[in-house]
């Protein structure tokens, strides 16, 4: 077990409290310009700015600090192709079979079906895999503690840094997705948690008519 070590807060900033609501209300007003997108354009996107991005993700706060995540970047069209129809696979199973009716329902506004052409119209699908356990070299494991709350915080930054980058992005959850691991040559010991599909929004981009809860349903105060 090894000892802590401490060092002073290197990097607060405190600002006077009319400048902390103007930075809170710019911030707001930016990522409240986010819409989940599903008609990209082939636009190609700048790797180096995925990878700025990925870095932002990999402040995320997480259990024990042991930063259980891997965000693969797929822009090959070959293995975009495959993606793709192995999500197609699963969502019609369970568009046709597996989705209770009452789920479907939930779906409906958001008008999604089996297919999803955006897995190849994209120039990129970010894959962001859970770490389960580590593996040591002797075989033994350690595990990850609050790996999927972690993985969904790091997630979160990542779409909130490619939104900010100027990209467009879509969360995709085909389930079960254990695909991705043979596709992508991930090893056992990590889970897919999402595919975020990361783009520019085709010229005739349309999106659903919907709105978010004003805050007065999000928030209490006790
Ligand atoms: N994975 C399916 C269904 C789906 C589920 C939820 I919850 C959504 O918010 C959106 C879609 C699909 O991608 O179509």
Same mark, same amino acid.
């Given at each position: 077990?090894?000892?802590?070590?401490?060092?002073? @807060?290197?990097?607060?900033?405190?600002?006077?409290?009319?400048?902390?609501?103007?930075?809170?209300?710019?911030?707001?007003?930016?990522?409240?310009?986010?819409?989940?997108?599903?008609? &990209?354009?082939?636009?190609?996107?700048?790797?180096?700015?995925?990878?700025?991005?990925?870095?932002?993700?990999?402040?995320?706060?997480?259990?024990?600090?042991?930063?259980?995540?891997? &965000?693969?970047?797929?822009?090959?069209?070959?293995?975009?192709?495959?993606?793709?129809?192995?999500?197609?696979?699963?969502?019609?199973?369970?568009?046709?079979?597996?989705?209770?009716?009452?789920?479907?329902?939930?779906?409906?506004?958001?008008?999604?079906?089996?297919?999803?052409? &955006?897995?190849?119209?994209?120039?990129? @699908?970010?894959?962001?895999?859970?770490?389960?356990?580590?593996?040591?070299?002797?075989?033994?494991?350690?595990?990850?503690?609050?790996?999927?709350?972690?993985?969904?915080?790091?997630?979160?930054?990542?779409?909130?840094?490619?939104?900010?980058?100027?990209?467009?992005? @879509?969360?995709?959850?085909?389930?079960?997705?254990?695909?991705?691991?043979?596709?992508?040559?991930?090893?056992?010991?990590?889970?897919?948690?999402?595919? @975020?599909?990361?783009?520019?929004?085709?010229?005739?981009?349309?999106?659903?008519?919907?709105?978010?809860?004003?805050?007065?349903?999000?928030?209490?105060?006790?």
């Amino acid at each position: 077990m090894s000892e802590p070590r401490f060092i002073p @807060l290197p990097d607060y900033r405190e600002f006077p409290p009319e400048e902390m609501a103007e930075r809170a209300d710019a911030f707001y007003a930016e990522v409240n310009r986010r819409r989940t997108i599903r008609e &990209f354009s082939d636009q190609p996107v700048d790797a180096a700015l995925i990878d700025r991005c990925i870095a932002a993700a990999g402040t995320a706060p997480s259990g024990a600090n042991l930063q259980p995540w891997h &965000f693969v970047v797929v822009t090959d069209a070959a293995a975009k192709r495959r993606i793709r129809v192995a999500a197609e696979e699963e969502e019609r199973e369970f568009y046709e079979n597996r989705a209770p009716q009452e789920w479907l329902d939930a779906l409906a506004p958001l008008g999604t079906d089996e297919h999803k052409p &955006f897995l190849e119209t994209a120039p990129a @699908l970010i894959a962001v895999f859970a770490r389960r356990w580590d593996e040591l070299p002797d075989g033994g494991r350690v595990k990850q503690y609050y790996s999927t709350e972690s993985v969904g915080l790091a997630t979160g930054l990542l779409i909130a840094a490619v939104h900010h980058a100027g990209l467009a992005s @879509l969360t995709h959850t085909p389930s079960p997705m254990g695909f991705l691991n043979e596709i992508l040559g991930r090893p056992k010991n990590e889970t897919p948690f999402l595919l @975020l599909v990361v783009g520019h929004p085709a010229e005739d981009c349309e999106v659903p008519d919907i709105s978010r809860k004003p805050l007065d349903e999000i928030r209490t105060r006790v």
